[in-house]
């Protein structure tokens, strides 16, 4: 079993007022796109910040690449993109980004030759010579994300990275994430949108006020959901359909999204008669499958509807 | 150290290619310039005047007058622009009508050749009672009526001395004041340098010790908060060690000083070598540009002072970049700098009681206290060389104030940086030092 990359050992830490993180244990394994989900203010943040040396546990320890250093003298190793976004706005795109190398060590040129790569990679070519004031907030982003891995590290620690992107950006950044870790380095990203960490994560754990709810492979953790979950679409009137799924014979748990919805077969249900039933409602179903659970529906059922409804604003999945 | 050196690049270049460098270090000496020429420019005479002597004396007096107003010129040399144009009247019995009648052409531009400018009335007992009238349009002006009332008193001494038989000659040579030439003694040596130059020297090298570090690290301080309020922190946090952040800043910062300074100071000595020259082409009175009692400076005068800009600097921009750190947003900084820049001004003043005795016990111990060290020590060294020794020794204690003063600043600013929320209490900060 390869030494883990990040080890968190029954780490607490307190605020004035809450306790943020409670006894949290995680292991992060080399090479693989970890995810760390959870509602905002879950403790999600507080975790990373810890892991980068920035605040200290009350309790426990953290261990990356398997020694007692900690994240600031492994500067050189890691990437971190912070939650807050930061940027010096009167510099230029070019200039910022051969900074953010050279003040993680890399040499002057190789660092000018792989800003360019980036900058022509995710579309900012154009941009080099403009202040960073000048580019729009998913712009930036994309320069900072840039920023985080020019120095090539073997471990990236983004928060919540893809947050306020538009689609276009957002799909932008996730590929060259993915792209980043398949060349072999490690991936820790926080995110409260589960249809991005369902798309890239092979490992997840799920945070909520302060406790690990869920920790495993990702396929793992679908597969323990059992097959008892149904993905549902109307095209008629999905109206109808409502007092068949509000009957408790035949839905144990409901995620109505209007025109979609997933539940959970209430036990003992059979899926043919919960189709049967459908059909005859009128609703006029284009979509009837069952399916593992997805990644938000597992979410809820740990987390609790109030958490997920918190989760849901303000961005919307993209 | 490539870190820093990445920190030092960025601080440098982002300061000097704005508009706000390059007006401010080349407007500068534009600034001085105007300083050193523009009273000399304002106060001189600029056309001839045409002046009338109404004479009313006997004697020849009347005569005298009007031919050394005659041969007045501008620079009083020479080749230099009469200064006056110059009719001499005789009153001849009716000096108030004469009078009358030419004060109403006096000052009458629309006259213009025929006009007058002054008038100068020469009466009977003017010798006797030491006094002259003189009326005319430019009566204002304080350049002008001075050199009228030199150029007369001159003629008037000289009538005088010669209606008493003296040889004018003979008493302008007895006159000729003595001149008392004056050369520091240094502890049994002499030293070559002259009185009231070194003072303005010395004070000119403190004000600009002061100007300089409160301006440049008032900078760091700000820019140290404004890396708070960007969020960009974190991301050099996760970068570099906070104490290569604060060095490559100050740093940074320092060069640009030095630069600015540098291009003031080389303007300044360029201007005031050439000042006569200067003067005269712009035909302002080359012998009142002379005059500026501008000093000698020698190299290792400005040696010394560099030395302890250096040395200041690095001192009170650890202490403005540590304050910086525990504020969340300028306003809080402009509170928060007042001790800081409060002692500055306590090593301006200092000086002051150098002047007098830069060798008293008080100054000894002076430059040997490293937040008033930097004013001190080159002071005291301009007015009165100090000996190897004493100059190595306050250079010493200076070194170990930087080092315990960026130790002190580095444990504040590594913690200060993240924190944000309330502004730290002095407490907190304390804590933040011994924690480590």
């Given at each position: 079993m390869p030494e883990p990359v990040i080890r968190v050992d029954r780490v607490t830490k307190r605020f004035a007022g809450h306790t943020a993180v409670r006894d949290l244990s995680l292991e992060v394994s080399p090479g693989v796109i970890h995810g760390l989900l959870g509602p905002n203010g879950a403790g999600k943040s507080t975790t990373i910040r810890m892991m980068m040396d920035i605040i200290e546990p009350d309790e426990g320890r953290i261990s990356l690449f398997?020694?007692?250093?900690?994240?600031?003298?492994?500067?050189?190793?890691?990437?971190?993109?912070?939650?807050?976004?930061?940027?010096?706005?009167?510099?230029?795109?070019?200039?910022?980004?051969?900074?953010?190398?050279?003040?993680?060590?890399?040499?002057?040129?190789?660092?000018?030759?792989?800003?360019?790569?980036?900058?022509?990679?995710?579309?900012?070519?154009?941009?080099?010579?403009?202040?960073?004031?000048?580019?729009?907030?998913?712009?930036?982003?994309?320069?900072?994300?840039?920023?985080?891995?020019?120095?090539?590290?073997?471990?990236?620690?983004?928060?919540?990275?893809?947050?306020?992107?538009?689609?276009?950006?957002?799909?932008?950044?996730?590929?060259?994430?993915?792209?980043?870790?398949?060349?072999?380095?490690?991936?820790?990203?926080?995110?409260?949108?589960?249809?991005?960490?369902?798309?890239?994560?092979?490992?997840?754990?799920?945070?909520?006020?302060?406790?690990?709810?869920?920790?495993?492979?990702?396929?793992?953790?679908?597969?323990?959901?059992?097959?008892?979950?149904?993905?549902?679409?109307?095209?008629?009137?999905?109206?109808?359909?409502?007092?068949?799924?509000?009957?408790?014979?035949?839905?144990?748990?409901?995620?109505?999204?209007?025109?979609?919805?997933?539940?959970?077969?209430?036990?003992?249900?059979?899926?043919?008669?919960?189709?049967?039933?459908?059909?005859?409602?009128?609703?006029?179903?284009?979509?009837?499958?069952?399916?593992?659970?997805?990644l938000q529906a597992i979410f809820i059922a740990r987390v609790g509807a109030e958490a997920a409804r918190a989760a849901a604003l303000p961005e919307a999945a993209a | 150290m490539r870190k820093v050196w990445a920190v030092v690049r960025r601080e440098f270049l982002e300061r000097v290619r704005t508009k706000a460098f390059l007006i401010g270090t080349f407007l500068g000496p534009v600034f001085i310039a105007g300083i050193m020429v523009l009273p000399a420019l304002l106060m001189r005479q600029s056309s001839t005047k045409r002046i009338v002597v109404l004479d009313a004396a006997e004697g020849g007096f009347g005569d005298r007058i009007a031919e050394t107003l005659r041969s007045a010129t501008f620079g009083d040399d020479s080749t230099g622009e009469p200064r006056f144009q110059v009719t001499h009247?005789?009153?001849?019995?009716?000096?108030?009508?004469?009078?009358?009648?030419?004060?109403?052409?006096?000052?009458?531009?629309?006259?213009?050749?025929?006009?007058?400018?002054?008038?100068?009335?020469?009466?009977?007992?003017?010798?006797?009672?030491?006094?002259?009238?003189?009326?005319?349009?430019?009566?204002g002006s304080v350049a002008e009526m001075g050199s009228l009332q030199r150029i007369l008193r001159q003629v008037a001494l000289t009538e005088k001395l010669a209606r008493s038989g003296i040889d004018p000659l003979l008493l302008a040579q007895t006159m000729r004041p003595l001149t008392v030439v004056t050369a520091k003694v240094n502890r049994g040596e002499l030293t070559g340098q002259s009185g009231e130059s070194t003072f303005l020297l010395a004070y000119a090298m403190a004000f600009v010790l002061y100007i300089a570090l409160i301006l440049y690290g008032m900078q760091v301080m700000t820019s140290t908060v404004e890396e708070k309020t960007s969020r960009i922190n974190e991301v050099l946090v996760s970068s570099l060690r906070p104490y290569e952040l604060m060095l490559g800043k100050v740093i940074g910062v320092g060069s640009v000083g030095l630069l600015q300074m540098a291009i003031w100071g080389g303007t300044a000595w360029l201007l005031a070598s050439n000042r006569t020259r200067i003067a005269a082409m712009m035909g302002a009175d080359a012998t009142q540009a002379a005059t500026l009692p501008i000093p000698d400076i020698s190299g290792g005068v400005i040696l010394v002072l560099l030395i302890f800009f250096v040395l200041g600097f690095f001192f009170y921009s650890a202490a403005y970049a540590a304050v910086g750190s525990t504020?969340?947003?300028?306003?809080?900084?402009?509170?928060?700098?007042?001790?800081?820049?409060?002692?500055?001004?306590?090593?301006?003043?200092?000086i002051f009681r150098l002047l007098d005795d830069?060798?008293?016990?008080?100054?000894?111990?002076?430059?040997?206290?490293?937040?008033?060290?930097?004013?001190?020590?080159?002071?005291?060294?301009?007015?009165?060389?100090?000996?190897?020794?004493?100059?190595?020794?306050?250079?010493?204690?200076?070194?170990?104030?930087?080092?315990?003063?960026?130790?002190?600043?580095?444990?504040?600013y590594r913690t200060g940086?993240?924190?944000?929320?309330?502004?730290?209490?002095?407490?907190?900060?304390?804590?933040?030092?011994?924690?480590?």
């Open positions: 398997g020694g007692s250093a900690g994240g600031r003298d492994l500067s050189a190793r890691i990437g971190f993109l912070p939650e807050e976004r930061g940027l010096y706005k009167k510099m230029k795109v070019l200039d910022h980004l051969v900074f953010l190398a050279e003040v993680k060590g890399v040499p002057r040129r190789a660092a000018q030759a792989r800003s360019a790569e980036w900058l022509d990679r995710l579309g900012l070519g154009d941009w080099a010579q403009k202040r960073i004031e000048d580019l729009s907030k998913g712009m930036q982003q994309k320069v900072q994300f840039t920023g985080t891995v020019l120095h090539d590290p073997e471990l990236l620690i983004l928060d919540e990275p893809f947050s306020g992107l538009d689609p276009v950006n957002s799909k932008l950044l996730r590929d060259a994430t993915v792209a980043f870790a398949r060349q072999g380095h490690t991936v820790l990203f926080s995110t409260h949108i589960m249809e991005h960490a369902e798309q890239m994560c092979d490992h997840v754990t799920i945070i909520s006020r302060g406790l690990k709810v869920v920790d495993g492979p990702l396929r793992e953790i679908k597969r323990e959901g059992g097959q008892r979950h149904v993905a549902l679409r109307f095209h008629r009137d999905a109206a109808r359909a409502t007092p068949v799924l509000r009957d408790h014979r035949y839905v144990a748990t409901l995620e109505d999204h209007g025109a979609s919805a997933e539940l959970e077969l209430a036990p003992g249900a059979d899926p043919d008669d919960l189709l049967q039933a459908l059909v005859a409602s009128g609703a006029g179903l284009s979509r009837f499958e069952v399916v593992e659970p997805s | 009247l005789r009153a001849e019995g009716r000096l108030d009508a004469k009078r009358d009648s030419l004060i109403a052409m006096t000052d009458r531009r629309d006259l213009g050749e025929a006009r007058i400018d002054g008038l100068l009335i020469v009466t009977e007992d003017a010798l006797a009672r030491d006094s002259l009238e003189y009326l005319g349009g430019n009566a504020c969340n947003t300028v306003q809080e900084t402009q509170q928060a700098q007042i001790p800081i820049t409060l002692l500055v001004v306590l090593g301006l003043i200092s830069p060798n008293s016990s008080f100054a000894r111990i002076m430059s040997l206290v490293p937040p008033v060290a930097p004013f001190v020590t080159p002071v005291r060294n301009s007015l009165s060389p100090l000996p190897l020794t004493e100059l190595l020794l306050s250079i010493a204690v200076m070194v170990l104030g930087v080092m315990a003063m960026a130790w002190i600043a580095g444990r504040i940086i993240l924190m944000y929320g309330k502004r730290a209490s002095l407490r907190e900060v304390f804590r933040w030092i011994r924690a480590g």
